[in-house]
């Protein structure tokens, strides 16, 4: 269904990966979907992964929805104050803002395996400029935008990392603080009718996460855990987030969601959506994903299994007593 005809969208950081497919989720929606990224053309390659603004562009079109790339540059504020108002002045508003674009892959990858003290301090800069602050300076500008009208959606993209250990100290202090950023603007922009929201996804096979996985040491596998994600395990498609936040963008109640973190596979569920394969991945605080996960053998058999929730106290007390990468 096109709910979205005559909105005005942005996706920061939409060369690829997760950016790509939310922004072809708004395009199948029938949204205006404007794109940033620092690579306009496909000749560039980054650690052999290609992607571009045009190639983003013409899925998107391909989905049904017009598309706006634009080069942009997030750790150069001037240039993101810039990209708002040519936004301003072609469209006259902005109705959804999703921070996406990240820059740290490189550096975490890099770290993998490593304590904190072991990486330089700009191991931070790394995963936090281009990600937590690049999140907190467009929302300024598309806030300023968005009250002008009394209405609007910020979705910033997060993670688990916000609750449990998964790629070292700056990524989960980043993460946890982009749901406190969408919380606490949430506090702010409801007297103006605007919606925050912190967005997690599961386990999504990205270019990147695609290409980590295959190069995993074999012995990597004797890991549960490890070998879980090896064999794409409840990996969900970039499509299914973009799938999701069109809808929360479409949902005439979604202020009442507004400052709490929403999880991709239960918004799916709610919504009634499947992922590009027709797949439902299950939420990974669900019994359905937990207990297939640590038992191999049930994970051919894991829609037998109740998609109860668990709760959040009981996945801290699990967090704090897994072991650590």
């Known amino acids: ?101 990240y820059s740290g892959v490189k550096a975490l990858s890099d770290a993998h395996g490593k304590p904190f003290w072991e990486c330089e301090p700009s191991f931070w800069d790394a995963c936090n400029n281009v990600g937590l602050r690049s999140h907190y300076v467009a929302s300024v500008f598309a806030a300023r935008m968005m009250s002008e009208h009394q209405q609007g959606l910020i979705c910033t993209i997060s993670s688990w990392g916000g609750l449990s250990y998964i790629f070292g100290v700056p990524y989960g202090a980043g993460k946890s603080a982009c749901d406190r950023l969408a919380a606490d603007m949430a506090i702010e922009l409801k007297q103006h009718n605007i919606a925050s929201l912190s967005i997690w996804p599961g386990i999504v096979g990205t270019e990147h996460i695609s290409q980590l996985v295959a190069e995993m040491d074999e012995t990597d596998t004797a890991n549960q855990q490890t070998s879980a994600i090896k064999e794409g395990y409840n990996w969900e498609t970039p499509l299914l987030t973009g799938r999701a936040i069109a809808a929360l963008a479409a949902d005439s109640t979604v202020m009442r969601r507004t400052g709490r973190v929403q999880i991709v596979a239960e918004l799916a569920q709610h919504y009634g959506l499947v992922d590009k394969d027709g797949n439902h991945p299950a939420s990974l605080r669900s019994l359905r994903f937990l207990l297939p996960f640590a038992l191999p053998a049930l994970r051919k058999y894991s829609w037998l299994v109740p998609n109860i929730k668990v709760p959040w106290s009981l996945l801290l007390l699990q967090a704090l007593s897994s072991p650590k990468i």
């Open 1 to 101: 269904m096109k709910n979205l005809e005559g909105k005005i969208t942005l996706v920061t950081g939409a060369t690829r990966g997760l950016g790509k497919g939310i922004a072809i989720g708004l395009g199948e929606a029938g949204a205006t979907v404007y794109i940033t990224g620092r690579t306009l053309e496909s000749a560039n390659s980054e650690n052999g992964i290609s992607g571009s603004l045009q190639d983003t562009q013409l899925a998107v079109e391909e989905a049904g929805g017009v598309c706006i790339p634009i080069q942009v540059d997030h750790s150069d504020d001037e240039q993101v104050r810039l990209l708002f108002e040519r936004i301003q002045d072609e469209q006259g508003q902005l109705d959804l803002l999703v921070n996406n674009v």
